[in-house]
């Protein structure tokens, strides 16, 4: 395996201190009603809001000093850009966010503030990302992907560590490229063999499961989802999480839009405010799709949600536009 527990291992100590143990707890209401114990992993409590801060600041920590002199690069608007710009200020490494000018201005000043310098380049993700590569290749800077890196995958995997002592029946985690998956199945296959690891994602443009499906990356066409941070491909050329999410992973379960959006009303009334690519677990057992046969963790992976949008699934809403 290209990732393994001693990898995880050592991420969870070079990380310690720049990330919060989240809590994990059990969802009462739920578990009386499914007859089994259900267990929320809360990592939207996470700084920066979501899991992507652990892998970012253990690829940070295991550049050499010269390329944390020269810097760190990412395209990434999402939770995975904020969690770079967090990371690289923490340790005091410049931080540079390549965006398209499609990004809007309020997603802008967000990562100016955790302070990177963000450059504006082109129409599209994929000009920004060549913006990326030509930072790389003439200024020395260090890519930071967002899933297919051996470091970002064994950050994302000190979640397992964190959820293995439960020896769950299952897990159920947000797939979208596959690093928080890759992460956490290897370490809960190391420590709690038993347990089944389960990916969840939206039925608009999943890419990983697709891809798991045909037996090799393939693209997929992407409508909008209430689950936007798991939209994206996983890259043809993909190195690290394909292989480990085709090893390691029990099963794939494809959410409807309305599922997702029942699952982010219910975890909001009881007071976890999320975005809907963390509610997927939730969504899978509120609408029956997993039946639970034992002891469920799921984890609840960011809450980076529009207020606006938030409050429009609260009173009712199931679409993302
Ligand atoms: C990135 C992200 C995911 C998916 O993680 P991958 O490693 O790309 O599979 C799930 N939930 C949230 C909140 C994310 O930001």
Redesign the pocket.
């Known amino acids: 395996m290209s990732v393994t527990l001693d990898d995880i291992r050592a991420a969870a100590g070079r990380i310690r201190g720049h990330v919060i143990e989240t809590p994990l707890i059990r969802d009462e209401a739920l578990s009386e009603r499914l007859g089994q114990p259900v267990w929320l992993k809360c990592e939207y409590r996470q700084t920066t809001g979501?899991f992507?801060l652990r892998g970012a600041t253990n690829a940070i920590l295991s550049l050499p000093p010269d390329a944390l002199a020269r810097g760190v690069v990412t395209a990434s608007t999402?939770?995975?850009g904020r969690a770079v710009a967090h990371a690289a200020r923490a340790i005091g490494v410049p931080a540079t966010i390549c965006l398209s000018r499609l990004v809007p201005d309020n997603k802008v000043q967000a990562i100016r503030d955790l302070g990177a310098e963000v450059r504006i380049i082109g129409a599209s993700q994929d000009e920004a990302m060549v913006e990326v590569a030509r930072a790389v290749a003439s200024e020395g800077m260090t890519e930071i992907p967002?899933?297919d890196h051996e470091a970002v995958v064994a950050g994302?995997g000190t979640l397992g560590l964190e959820i293995a002592p439960v020896e769950a029946e299952a897990v159920l985690v947000?797939?979208?490229?596959?690093?928080?998956?890759a992460g956490v199945a290897v370490a809960i296959k190391a420590l709690s063999p038993a347990t089944r690891v389960i990916g969840l994602t939206m039925e608009n443009g999943a890419a990983m499961a697709a891809s798991l499906v045909a037996g090799h990356p393939v693209e997929v066409v992407e409508t909008p989802s209430l689950a936007d941070?798991?939209g994206g491909g996983i890259g043809f050329q993909n190195r690290v999480t394909f292989a480990l999410c085709r090893a390691l992973l029990d099963d794939v379960i494809l959410l409807h839009e309305a599922e997702i959006a029942q699952a982010i009303r219910h975890l909001g009334r009881a007071g976890h405010i999320v975005?809907g690519?963390?509610a997927v677990g939730h969504a899978a057992l509120l609408a029956g799709r997993f039946v639970p046969k034992g002891p469920t963790v799921t984890i609840l992976?960011?809450a980076n949600i529009d207020p606006a949008l938030h409050a429009r699934i609260m009173a009712g809403a199931s679409e993302a536009a």
């Open positions: 979501a992507k999402g939770n995975h967002p899933f994302q947000p797939l979208s490229g596959g690093g928080l998956a941070s798991l975005e690519a963390a992976s960011g």
